[in-house]
């Protein structure tokens, strides 16, 4: 679905009647009209492309990260100016990512850093650490990559909103400023009066090929290739070059980086090799701008076409309007009154966030690189790979109820690289591409799913395929870790995360068993609800948590549950994070656990035992306990009390981790942990509003305490659903009665069914638990095995 820009004007007019068209519906009259209108400006005025990119800097919260010398993992997410789902942002890079791997993970930028390298203006993987060209301003002197003449900028004047991005550096006394199309990027430079105000464009360490062609054009080929991105780039200058030159690694430089030994050769026009750039220099007045535009693509042909498609003049406001603009009638589609003005600030910053992926690689009837390096003509829009281990889990059921149309380009671009490759995507221990497709079959969105269930199964059943250790697996029902023969204490990070894996693919069993009955494959849903029950083989009843196991079937110890590893036994978590990593059957794991008053109580100690472990984990920031909301591998656990009866905790735990771990630091930016591409940020929009999908494979949302007065989404299917919260504050967090549709609601989940018309729901809130609200057996949400006391 193409997002259509409006004249901001018009998108609030509209954005107020549907309010107050919508309130009516509710029962609330034209009071949520006249609270959204007190309580906030536009949507994309509230986002803050900042939210995410600091650290959280209490120590309480933080844990024992981050290991000696790193920094402390922030959200990693990027202020950059881009479109929804882009394929090309044009973002700071202040994190020499050349010359250290900080973060864990290449991330070009750390919010506290107080020096700018430069600036990107194409895509790049992941957290956009891939991204190149780095594109600098430099006034004076200049540094050729990887060291780079870096320049102290302005915190009070750095700026970010959707689609824009500018700061101050001081160094340079220059201004850069940066918007963006699907396309393409535009930078803005305002200099002072200088004789060599210079732009420098260069590629990383693996080079490439650089052009200077004329005297308004720099363009390249990458030496990596960057599969479906495009490996060239074009980028066009406003004003004639006074004079320009090539740089690269000196050929034989066996010192590593090149610093100081790079060939410049002034006025060349060729050059390749290592961090192989090209420099532009200006005579510049004061405050003259120089503007730089680019594209990407499979060809230069194809770069240069979407600059004169995209961006055909120089007028850098049209650019930045029309992104503001998309933007805005996206991030409108849900209103939200009530809350505090920060509470509405990280809202529609983290729902900002929560669109950073998949990324949009071709539209339809493009050229791109498919997975194989051919390149082809797009048959519908064509995305990136969905990262199915972090957002698979939270941020695809977002995408399923706001962009039904997007996920179903979305599905067809996973089943386009599984016949490309021979087996569907995934990622880290966990297969979990099941639970797009099946979560998008339940909620009503049109696809040929048996022609995924293929690829679907063919991962489950072929050791060959991309889930590890399958042949283990599928023979004894578990997967085995190998005990170093030295101390295994974190970090250490090898191993087959045998715990963690196994629970993981007990989950995707459990999501391909009701896939199978849904096609009418009996044998198959048998075969694999089998082996959702798998998780049990792995829980020691002895100790009560998930543990490892050797090849002998013996526990592995010692063990300590609270212990964080990377790929020992679990993966990026202790056994105390682990042990709830059973969202298909939550009844069996309370049944392993004693039953719900034991279940209850463990818990609880969950949530109030203290973070103290020997080991680090650099990934564990946003601790509530042994909680551990920066990563995924727990974070439906403080929903989990919908299942044992006591869903009053879980109001009063989803409302002090979204206070406690989010926007708690200095600067009101920090995230826990790291965003993952919009999965941290799509757990703060979705129980912000007052739900969260456990099972992302389901149908099933489960209720947690809403934050604001009143919520509107429309869906994308038309409908909207409401939420009011009466008496709502900071205190009364706790829901005391409940309808939906104006009748009784006394189950602390509902299902998609009972919103996909449309649905407005009414809670009553109150400052003490009411243990009688969605507390009985009968009210807890479906379970592969039946919740029992």
């Known amino acids: 679905m193409k997002v259509i820009p409006r004249k901001t004007g018009m998108a609030n007019a509209f954005a107020v009647s549907l309010i107050a068209m919508v309130a009516g519906l509710s029962g609330a009259g034209s009071a949520f009209a006249q609270d959204a209108a007190r309580d906030s400006s536009a949507a994309v005025d509230l986002a803050d492309p900042l939210v995410g990119t600091a650290p959280l800097d209490r120590q309480d919260l933080i844990g024992n990260a981050p290991p000696p010398g790193e920094p402390v993992y922030s959200g990693q997410t990027s202020p950059g100016a881009r479109l929804p789902h882009a394929s090309v942002a044009a973002s700071p890079v202040n994190n020499n990512i050349e010359l250290s791997y900080p973060n864990g993970v290449p991330v070009p930028y750390y919010y506290t850093n107080p020096t700018m390298i430069g600036f990107t203006g194409g895509g790049g993987p992941t957290y956009g650490g891939g991204a190149e060209p780095i594109v600098s301003p430099v006034v004076g002197d200049w540094s050729p990559a990887p060291a780079y003449r870096q320049a102290y900028y302005d915190k009070a004047r750095e700026k970010a909103s959707p689609g824009y991005y500018s ?60 599969g479906a991105d495009g490996a060239y780039f074009v980028a066009e200058f406003s004003k004639p070059f006074a004079a320009f030159g090539t740089f690269r690694k000196a050929p034989g430089d066996n010192v590593g980086w090149g610093i100081g030994v790079s060939d410049i050769d002034p006025a060349a026009r060729k050059t390749d090799g290592s961090y192989a750039g090209g420099y532009a220099t200006f005579r510049t007045e004061a405050g003259e701008k120089i503007l730089v535009k680019m594209a990407h693509g499979t060809s230069y042909a194809q770069a240069e076409q979407r600059l004169a498609d995209e961006i055909p003049g120089w007028d850098f406001e049209r650019v930045r ?40 690689i071709a539209a339809k009837g493009e050229k791109f690189a498919d997975s194989n390096g051919e390149v082809k003509t797009a048959t519908h829009d064509r995305y990136g790979p969905v990262p199915f281990w972090d957002t698979g889990r939270n941020q695809i059921v977002l995408l399923e109820l706001m962009e039904p149309e997007v996920v179903r380009n979305i599905m067809a671009s996973e089943l386009d690289m599984a016949r490309e490759t021979g087996y569907m995507n995934t990622s ?33 059943v072929d050791p060959k395929g991309p889930r590890g250790y399958l042949a283990e697996y599928m023979r004894q029902g578990w997967i085995s870790d190998i005990v170093p023969d030295h101390n295994p204490s974190p970090p250490y990070a090898g191993g087959k995360a045998g715990v963690a894996t196994t ?12 896939y199978a009955k849904k096609l009418g494959k009996e044998e198959d849903y048998r075969l694999f609800l089998n082996r959702a029950r798998n998780y049990a083989n792995v829980f020691d009843k002895s100790t009560g948590f998930m543990r490892g196991r050797t090849e002998d079937g013996a526990w592995i110890s010692p063990f300590d549950p609270a212990e964080p590893y990377y790929n020992f036994m679990m993966k990026e978590a202790s056994g105390w994070s682990t042990l709830w990593l059973v969202p298909q059957d939550v009844g069996g794991l309370i049944a392993l656990l004693g039953g719900r008053e034991a279940f209850n109580a463990k818990l609880d100690r969950f949530f109030n035992t203290p973070y103290a472990p020997k080991g680090i984990c650099r990934d564990c920031t946003g601790m509530i306990g042994q909680y551990v909301q920066g ?48 999965a941290t940020s799509s757990w703060y929009m979705l129980s912000a509003m007052g739900f969260y999908p456990v099972d992302p494979s389901s149908d099933v949302y489960v209720i947690g305490s809403p934050v604001f007065d009143h919520v509107a989404l429309d869906m994308g299917n038309g409908k909207s659903l409401t939420i009011t919260a009466k008496n709502n504050s900071p205190d009364n967090m706790y829901i005391q009665s409940a309808t939906l549709n104006g009748r009784a ?42 919740v029992r006391n």
């Open 428 to 460: 880290f221990h966990g297969d979990n591409a099941v639970f797009l497709y099946l979560g998008a079959w339940k909620r009503g969105i049109p696809f040929d799913y048996a022609a995924a269930y293929e690829y679907l199964r063919k991962n489950a």
């Open 167 to 226: 700061v101050y550096l001081n160094s340079f006394d220059t201004r850069a400023e940066m918007t963006a199309t699907r396309w393409a990027s535009v930078m803005r430079f305002t200099f002072p009066k200088a004789e060599r105000s210079n732009v420098t464009i260069s590629f990383p360490r693996h080079g490439g090929e650089m052009e200077v062609v004329g005297d308004r054009m720099i363009r390249g080929k990458s030496a990596q290739s960057r």
């Open 321 to 360: 309007t029309a992104a503001r603009d998309e933007w805005s009638a996206l991030l409108g589609r849900v209103r939200v009154s009530g809350g505090t003005e920060k509470q509405r600030k990280l809202f529609y910053s983290t729902l900002f966030q929560s669109f950073a992926s998949p990324r949009l």
């Open 745 to 786: 609601w006394n189950k602390p989940w509902f299902s998609h069914d009972d919103i996909s018309d449309g649905a407005a729901f009414v809670f009553d809130m109150g400052p003490k638990p009411n243990p009688n609200w969605g507390s009985s057996l009968g009210a807890a949400p479906p379970s592969l095995s039946d």
């Open 503 to 514: 629970l993981e693919y007990a989950w995707d069993d459990y999501a391909l068993a009701q």
């Open 631 to 678: 990563n995924q591998p727990d974070q439906q656990a403080p929903y989990l009390y919908a299942w044992s009866g006591q869903p009053w905790k879980t109001q009063a735990l989803v409302r002090k981790i979204l206070n406690l771990t989010y926007g708690s630091d200095a600067a009101g930016y920090g995230y826990p942990g790291m965003d993952d591409q919009g």
